[in-house]
């Protein structure tokens, strides 16, 4: 059993800072990758950020320069700092993670329930 479980999401002003926190935890064997997705209101779940275990990142072209996302191996976790929020930004933030639970296994894709981030204005 693998739970991912976020923290962090809230309500701030525009130009105002947030950092979110996945923490993934159970019977994991190793992690690949870890992410970051979010859901607005009508809108599909687009990739916002993600970092490979050796620490290669790769950012959505909206969030460049503004989001910034780390990881410690040790403690399998995520982090997600977020700064200059724009109302635009307001949406569900996913935690997903790409690992495998024995040696041997398969490499499965995980998610966190979701936690909500609103931008005003």
């Known amino acids: 059993q693998v739970q991912l479980v976020e923290s962090g999401g809230g309500l701030v002003q525009a130009g105002g800072s947030l950092r979110l926190s996945c923490a993934a935890s159970?019977?994991?064997?190793?992690?690949?990758?870890m992410g970051w997705y979010r859901q607005a209101p009508g809108k599909q779940r687009e990739l916002v950020a993600a970092i490979i275990s050796g620490g290669s990142t790769n950012y959505a072209d909206s969030v460049k320069g503004r989001f910034s996302i780390s990881r410690d191996n040790a403690k399998n976790t995520v982090y997600l700092q977020m700064n200059s929020l724009k109302p635009e930004d307001t949406a569900v933030y996913y935690c997903?993670?790409?690992?495998?639970?024995?040696?041997?296994?398969?490499?499965?894709?995980?998610w966190g329930q979701g936690t909500q981030v609103t931008v005003s204005s």
């Open positions: 159970g019977s994991i064997f190793s992690i690949n990758t």
């Open positions: 997903n993670a790409y690992l495998r639970t024995t040696n041997w296994g398969f490499w499965k894709y995980y």
